[in-house]
């Protein structure tokens, strides 16, 4: 990855590290299933209205649409519907935690489903490495919910796996002509088809009663900025940098301990700058940059 591309992980997972927030925010009075449709629904407004600005449209050919439908399903309603109800259960902290495994599953997955992103030792010891990292900076209290809610648990870790198969999936836009732009905003008019009527139908949304200030910003805030905002920038740093991009998820617990430090003026622990220095050293195992210059003749 370039540095470009490195530079939009940090911008990505400064925006979303407050979606954790934000959802914990909104579940407490809005049903899982009608938080994720709104946030699909209004970042799907943000984005069409950037198109007609940039006046770029969206492509009309059927493969194209099937492909926004696939992306939708895969990248937004099934891991949005599953983290957020399991958010219902288990605390945001540990729901970062297992969202956090999200590039072990997604060097499983491009190992098996992609010829050019093959698994090698270097890139599994820099993601586990980088989720030991994470683990370290939550610290052990979350850690002691593991084993409890169970089901909830592994609604987030399934989460997982689909953000993974999206991002491998999603390396079909560049064959078809789709900048990513387009992508972004197509695949939440995808994603919105499945979980409005979703929503409506088990949730029964429009007999839920009117939240309160602070839940709906949240969850304008989850969809303006954390969702419309962060998945442009996601598919512009996936153009260059493929599935790699999930390494963001890493840099999310960062960020948002980070964000409690600069914003609530929160204390940064012994653990956060130790897993801050584990992740790095992940990072740097992954992107393998550092270890190509340690081979140089010469270098010391």
Same mark, same amino acid.
């Given at each position: &990855?370039?540095?470009?591309? $490195?530079?939009?992980?940090?911008?990505?997972?400064?925006l979303w590290g407050g979606s954790f927030f934000f959802v914990g925010v909104a579940v407490r009075e809005v049903p899982p299933l009608t938080v994720a449709a709104i946030r699909v629904f209004v970042a799907?407004?943000?984005? %069409?209205?950037?198109?007609?600005?940039?006046?770029?449209?969206?492509?009309?050919?059927?493969?194209?649409?099937?492909?926004?439908?696939?992306?939708?399903?895969?990248?937004?309603?099934?891991?949005?519907?599953?983290?957020? $109800?399991?958010?219902? #259960?288990?605390?945001?902290?540990? !729901?970062?935690?297992?969202? =956090?495994?999200?590039?072990?599953?997604? /060097?499983?997955?491009?190992?098996?489903?992609?010829?050019?992103?093959?698994?090698?030792?270097?890139?599994?010891?820099? /993601?586990?490495?980088?989720?030991?990292?994470?683990?370290? &900076?939550?610290?052990?209290?979350?850690?002691?919910?593991?084993g409890r809610n169970v089901l909830a648990q592994g609604a987030c870790l399934l989460a997982t796996l689909s953000y993974a198969f999206g991002a491998v999936y999603s390396r079909r836009f560049r064959r078809?002509?789709?900048?990513? &732009?387009?992508?972004?905003?197509?695949?939440?008019?995808?994603?919105?088809?499945?979980?409005?009527? +979703?929503?409506?139908?088990?949730?029964?949304? $429009?007999?839920?009663?009117?939240?309160?200030?602070? =839940?709906?910003a949240a969850i304008l805030a989850l969809a303006i900025v954390s969702t419309a905002l962060g998945f442009v920038i996601y598919f512009r740093v996936m153009a260059v940098a493929g599935s790699n991009v999930?390494?963001?998820?890493?840099?999310?617990?960062?960020? !948002?301990?980070?964000?409690?430090?600069?914003?609530?003026?929160?204390? +940064? %622990?012994?653990? #956060?700058?130790?897993?801050? =220095?584990?992740? !790095?050293?992940?990072?740097? =195992?992954?992107?393998?940059?550092?270890?190509?210059? %340690?081979?140089?003749?010469?270098?010391?």
């Amino acid at each position: &990855m370039d540095k470009r591309a $490195w530079m939009g992980l940090l911008i990505l997972s400064v925006l979303w590290g407050g979606s954790f927030f934000f959802v914990g925010v909104a579940v407490r009075e809005v049903p899982p299933l009608t938080v994720a449709a709104i946030r699909v629904f209004v970042a799907a407004i943000v984005l %069409l209205a950037v198109l007609k600005l940039t006046g770029l449209a969206l492509p009309r050919r059927r493969e194209v649409w099937l492909a926004f439908l696939i992306m939708g399903l895969l990248n937004n309603a099934i891991p949005f519907s599953l983290t957020f $109800w399991g958010q219902t #259960h288990i605390p945001s902290g540990l !729901a970062s935690i297992l969202n =956090a495994t999200t590039p072990i599953s997604t /060097v499983l997955v491009a190992h098996a489903f992609s010829d050019d992103e093959k698994l090698t030792p270097g890139r599994l010891l820099g /993601v586990l490495t980088g989720f030991a990292g994470v683990a370290m &900076m939550i610290g052990p209290d979350l850690l002691s919910g593991l084993g409890r809610n169970v089901l909830a648990q592994g609604a987030c870790l399934l989460a997982t796996l689909s953000y993974a198969f999206g991002a491998v999936y999603s390396r079909r836009f560049r064959r078809l002509g789709v900048v990513p &732009m387009q992508v972004a905003g197509g695949q939440f008019i995808g994603s919105s088809l499945i979980l409005v009527p +979703l929503a409506l139908l088990v949730e029964q949304s $429009w007999q839920i009663p009117l939240p309160s200030w602070q =839940a709906m910003a949240a969850i304008l805030a989850l969809a303006i900025v954390s969702t419309a905002l962060g998945f442009v920038i996601y598919f512009r740093v996936m153009a260059v940098a493929g599935s790699n991009v999930n390494l963001v998820t890493l840099l999310v617990p960062v960020s !948002a301990i980070l964000l409690g430090v600069l914003v609530l003026r929160e204390s +940064l %622990l012994p653990r #956060h700058f130790a897993g801050m =220095a584990v992740i !790095a050293l992940g990072l740097g =195992a992954i992107d393998g940059r550092v270890f190509t210059l %340690l081979r140089k003749p010469g270098a010391d």
